[in-house]
């Protein structure tokens, strides 16, 4: 995983583009900062769904002159809360999917003659793939005093991901009077992991028209299976062309004798134009490897000026062995009792200098009754540079990217 901030979870929060740790006073609170939720002076449910969300990443000139685009689609619910007051406590419980991704696509790609790869006469690739995080926990919260209160949240954490890509290349051989070689490579991996996430907040309210908020979490993987299984039959003629190019690069001083060796061995272990002397059938292969997550802090401030206006910023800190941060800036503003509008700008920066940055904006619209709210919206992410076209590569590639969503999502006091 690249970045940290694919999915902005929770009604209010979707609005403001995440900017909430320190309001956090409806059950969204309960995975921004369960802190907040001693604010909410009576029970609340609260859901949220992305009614459609579609992302789509343009590899340019990735396979010869051809650009290669990958696109995730999905319809997904990405919160359910409840909170309870208790005096001066607070209980809640929640279920948030902060991350899921959706591929099922096929293309197909020639090459102009006279191009680096005209020898290839097709290339097609197929993908299916998904990718999905879901965390569900009860918290609790204690009011301190009027300023300050604490709370608590422990998540269970659970992830699925599988990924299945058939690869067929077709390859001319002129030296045998224009006959083609059929390149297949067949991978499937699928990834399970649980865990828990523990989530400790804390809010300080020094002025009615201020608060500060602060929260720090971390995912522990206790148990996780990862299979992978390669089937694949190479050609002579993919094998040497991808020596020749690395060599290229070697001469040229783009990467080192070490680096080269390390392309080789890495090419001889998972590309099957390395297995041109017949099919190759590897074993599924089983890892128990746990994936590291990094300490995550987010700190937050808002300001209510008036009974109408509310803004509030975010930063997000993950300590991770690929530091990085997010930053959101939010506001909400009443046009009267019965309507707001809310919106805001947010990161999502990538871990790897070898992927792109996005920036985004929120904009929401919300109905209030006199028990209950209900808001519809949507947010926009751009990113582009240069990118990896897959894990371990040094080779980068320009890429454009951009995520649309549109949410819905309501709240019910009783």
């Known amino acids: 995983m690249y970045h940290y901030n694919n999915i902005i979870l929770g009604e209010r929060p979707m609005g403001m583009a995440g900017a909430y740790t320190a309001v956090a006073d409806t059950p969204a ?193 206790i148990n996780s299976n990862t299979i992978r299984q390669l089937t694949c039959q190479g050609t002579e003629r993919g094998k040497q062309d991808i020596i020749n190019q690395l060599q290229e690069y070697l001469d040229n001083d783009l990467i080192t004798q070490e680096q080269f060796n390390q392309e080789i061995e890495w090419h001889e272990q998972y590309n099957c134009s390395f297995g041109f002397d017949g099919m190759q059938h590897t074993r599924p292969r089983e890892s128990n490897e746990r994936h590291q997550y990094p300490i995550t802090t987010r700190l937050g401030a808002a300001w209510f000026p008036n009974d109408r206006l509310m803004l509030s910023g975010d930063l997000v800190l993950y300590d991770d062995v690929n530091s990085t941060w997010n930053a959101a800036v939010g506001g909400e503003y009443y046009l009267s009792p019965q309507w707001a509008v809310r919106g805001g700008w947010y990161t999502n920066n990538a871990n790897s200098p070898n992927e792109i940055d996005y920036d985004g904006i929120a904009f929401s619209l919300v109905r209030f009754t006199r028990n209950s709210s209900v808001s519809a919206g949507f947010n926009f992410a751009f990113g582009e540079g240069k990118a990896q076209l897959y894990r371990g590569s040094e080779e980068t590639v320009s890429t454009t990217s951009y995520s649309t969503t549109i949410f819905l999502g309501t709240s019910y006091s009783y």
Not at 146 to 165: A, P
């Open 29 to 221: 609170g309960l995975y921004y900062n369960p802190a907040g939720i001693v604010y909410a002076h009576s029970p609340n449910l609260s859901a949220s769904v992305n009614a459609f969300q579609l992302t789509s990443t343009i590899y340019e000139n990735a396979l010869g002159d051809n650009d290669w685009e990958r696109q995730s689609s999905d319809l997904l619910p990405n919160f359910f809360g409840v909170s309870q007051p208790l005096g001066n406590l607070s209980l809640g419980f929640s279920y948030a999917v902060p991350d899921s991704v959706r591929e099922d696509q096929i293309q197909s790609f020639t090459f102009a003659p006279g191009s680096a790869h005209e020898h290839i006469d097709y290339y097609t690739i197929n993908i299916d793939h998904s990718n999905v995080i879901n965390k569900i926990g009860p918290s609790v919260a204690l009011s301190v005093n009027d300023q300050l209160s604490v709370g608590f949240t422990f998540y269970v954490h659970m992830r699925n991901s599988k990924t299945i890509q058939n690869h067929v290349v077709s390859v001319q051989h002129p030296e045998l009077s224009n006959t083609s070689e059929i390149e297949l490579t067949n991978d499937y991996q699928r990834i399970e992991e649980y865990g828990f996430e523990p989530v400790l907040g804390i809010m300080w309210s020094p002025l009615n028209s201020v608060s500060f908020g602060a929260s720090i979490r971390q995912t522990t993987v």
